[in-house]
T-cell receptor
Framework: GQSLEQPSEVTAVEGAIVQINCTYQTSGFYGLSWYQQHDGGAPTFLSYNALDGLEETGRFSSFLSRSDSYGYLLLQELQMKDSASYFCAVREPGTGRRALTFGSGTRLQVQP | EAQVTQNPRYLITVTGKKLTVTCSQNMNHEYMSWYRQDPGLGLRQIYYSMNVEVTDKGDVPEGYKVSRKEKRNFPLILESPSPNQTSLYFC???????????FGPGTRLTVT
């Protein structure tokens, strides 16, 4: 299986920029995904990086560097509603395998 | 409305009493999956299915069964539940590749 590491908690103020890192130990994978989960809710998909580089979707961007075994989610112009948990995930490689492994999540608290 | 539904949403049961949690999606997705979520452990994949009659184990399959007889349905079966299966369970679906998954609302299971 895969091993993904994320910080457990991050705190930032409204309007700021925050970066949530995800490092992994794996011999290979198909790409890195990010999900958001509000308390009491279900995870929702945010972004996917199949290739190295930056993907931008509105206020959210995601970055992947396979050579550094590292990715991050960047949230700009933080809003109170961005307070949630954020999970990175990778899909396991291998013939016929489509297992998905999630990190343990980063709880983001946005303060006024 | 495109959605993934799960039933029941809440369930309290006793050790050893067989139970089934249903999952249904209306998006014609090939890929469906079950996860459990426990504090500090993130989402862990139990089983997944790449299409009808095609299922495979995730990271934590012990004590669970699944079946995929129809494309839209993917029930999770606990033949003999134990207290360590007390958890929040999510069903998810996606088109092949599992990169953008749609999650159901979750089922909170308590086994006493």
């Amino acid at each position: 299986g895969q091993s993904l590491e994320q910080p457990s908690e991050v705190t930032a103020v409204e309007g700021a920029i925050v970066q949530i890192n995800c490092t992994y130990q794996t011999s290979g994978f198909y790409g890195l995904s990010w999900y958001q989960q509000h308390d009491g809710g279900a995870p929702t998909f945010l972004s996917y990086n199949a290739l190295d580089g930056l993907e931008e979707t509105g206020r959210f961007s995601s970055f992947l560097s396979r050579s550094d075994s590292y990715g991050y989610l960047l949230l700009q112009e933080l809003q109170m509603k961005d307070s949630a948990s954020y999970f990175c995930a990778v899909r396991e490689p291998g013939t016929g395998r489509r297992a998905l492994t999630f990190g343990s999540g980063t709880r983001l608290q946005v303060q006024p | 409305e495109a959605q993934v539904t799960q039933n029941p949403r809440y369930l309290i049961t006793v050790t050893g009493k067989k139970l089934t949690v249903t999952c249904s999606q209306n998006m014609n997705h090939e890929y469906m999956s079950w996860y459990r979520q426990d504090p500090g452990l993130g989402l862990r994949q139990i089983y997944y299915s790449m299409n009808v009659e095609v299922t495979d184990k995730g990271d934590v399959p012990e004590g669970y069964k699944v079946s995929r007889k129809e494309k839209r349905n993917f029930p999770l079966i606990l033949e003999s539940p134990s207290p360590n299966q007390t958890s929040l369970y999510f069903c998810a679906s996606s088109h092949t590749g599992a990169d953008e998954q749609y999650f159901g609302p979750g089922t909170r299971l308590t086994v006493t």
